[in-house]
């Protein structure tokens, strides 16, 4: 059983920066993605086996990701931070990834979350 554990939410005002931490244990295919209630899921970031990444358009340019595999850790790197980002973001994990996803149903395991409050 996979488990991942988010860390480094909080709350910031608009155009101030957050890093969010995923550890997961032997992982190496993961993503970030978050979620406002009443509102679907949504990818945020992905990387692949390669090292490629891919982000949502409404975090490009903003957001980061990156991995340390000596701590087995996906870093969330966010800057610029805007009110609409606000929202629960989790870690996600899936079995395999040649490619980059932001698509909720390619991942298998998730984190409990961690919430990102930005105030204008």
């Known amino acids: 059983q996979v488990r991942l554990v988010e860390t480094g939410g909080g709350s910031v005002q608009a155009g101030g920066s957050l890093t969010l931490s995923c550890l997961g244990h032997d992982v190496v295919c993961l993503g970030w993605f978050r979620q406002v209630p009443g509102k679907e899921r949504e990818g945020v970031a992905s990387?692949?086996?390669?090292?490629?990444?891919s982000y949502a358009d409404s975090v490009k340019g903003r957001f980061s990701i990156s991995k340390d595999n000596a701590k087995y850790n996906l870093i969330l790197q966010m800057n610029s931070l805007k009110p609409e980002d606000t929202a629960m973001y989790y870690c996600a994990a899936r079995t395999t990834c040649y490619s980059t996803s932001l698509s909720t149903s390619h991942y298998n395991y998730w984190g409990q979350g961690t919430q990102v409050t930005v105030s204008s």
């Open positions: 990387r692949d086996i390669y090292g490629e990444t």
